[in-house]
Nanobody
Framework: QVQLVESGGGLVQAGGSLRVSCAAT????????MAWFRQAPGKEREFVAA????????YYADSVKGRFTFSRDNTKKTGNLQMNAMKAEDTAVYYC?????????????????WGQGTQVTVST
């Protein structure tokens, strides 16, 4: 059983930066893929970024490419999403997710484990 605990988030002005982190509790996380999704009020949950834990290969949604960076600390089993040049449209609840596979996917239905979510608000 994997548990994901998010931290970070909060309020930031447009153009600013914020980091959200996701700590995984599991004996080993090497065969997993971790991802971030977000959901704004009245909208569908959408893919943000993912990382293949073993290789640290990453993939980003077009809307965040060049602004967000997803990295992982294998020792701490923590994934960090650094968000720069933030925009009002980045405002959402951000969810960490994980699946036991090295195949990267952007489909939320393919992820088995989910965190509780953390609010990110960008003010203008």
């Amino acid at each position: 059983q994997v548990q994901l605990v998010e931290s970070g988030g909060g309020l930031v002005q447009a153009g600013g930066s914020l980091r959200v982190s996701c700590a995984a509790t599991a004996p080993t996380f090497i065969g997993y893929t971790m991802a971030w999704f977000r959901q704004a009020p009245g909208k569908e949950r959408e893919f943000v970024a993912a990382i293949i834990w073993s290789s640290a290969d990453t993939y980003y949604a077009d809307s965040v490419k060049g602004r967000f960076t997803f990295s992982r600390d294998n020792t701490k089993k923590t994934g960090n999403l650094q968000m720069n040049a933030m925009k009002a449209e980045d405002t959402a609840v951000y969810y960490c997710a994980a699946r036991s596979s090295r195949l990267l996917t952007t489909a939320a239905s393919e992820y088995t484990y989910w965190g509780q979510g953390t609010q990110v608000t960008v003010s203008t």
